[in-house]
């Protein structure tokens, strides 16, 4: 599956970006898709998770309460809505989607799919 991502940019702590990833070449069906982001010289983090049948989500701790993960089935897109930025969310968030468990469904290694990438940027 071919992942596009889109809708970063620039926005002030305290405001809101929605991230789009959209898939081609075969649906999301029977995946779980997912939202990484890495910042400058930090490890890449996963952020939010979704099932793509079942719509189970997973969320990192430091995004919990502010950030939402959704899907569209018409339009094969999954969404993550990001509110209440911080500085500290300053990254580029790459989309991916695979089939891992939920014991795995954090770890970079369970995706093998990966988007391009889009950068976020907060300023204070």
């Known amino acids: 599956v071919q992942l596009q991502a889109s809708g970063g940019g620039l926005v002030q702590a305290g405001g809101s970006l929605r991230l789009s990833c959209a898939a081609s070449g075969r649906p999301f069906s029977g995946y779980t898709a997912a939202w990484f982001r890495q910042a400058p010289g930090k490890e890449r983090e996963f952020v939010a998770g979704?099932?793509?049948?079942?719509?189970?989500?997973y969320y990192g701790d430091s995004v919990k309460g502010r950030f939402s993960i959704s899907r569209d089935f018409a339009k094969n897109t999954v969404y993550l809505q990001m509110n209440s930025l911080k500085p500290e969310d300053t990254a580029v968030y790459y989309c991916a989607a695979g089939t891992p468990i939920a014991s795995t469904v954090r770890l970079e290694a369970s995706f093998g799919s990966w988007g391009q990438g889009t950068q976020v940027t907060v300023s204070s």
């Open positions: 979704i099932r793509w049948s079942g719509g189970n989500t």
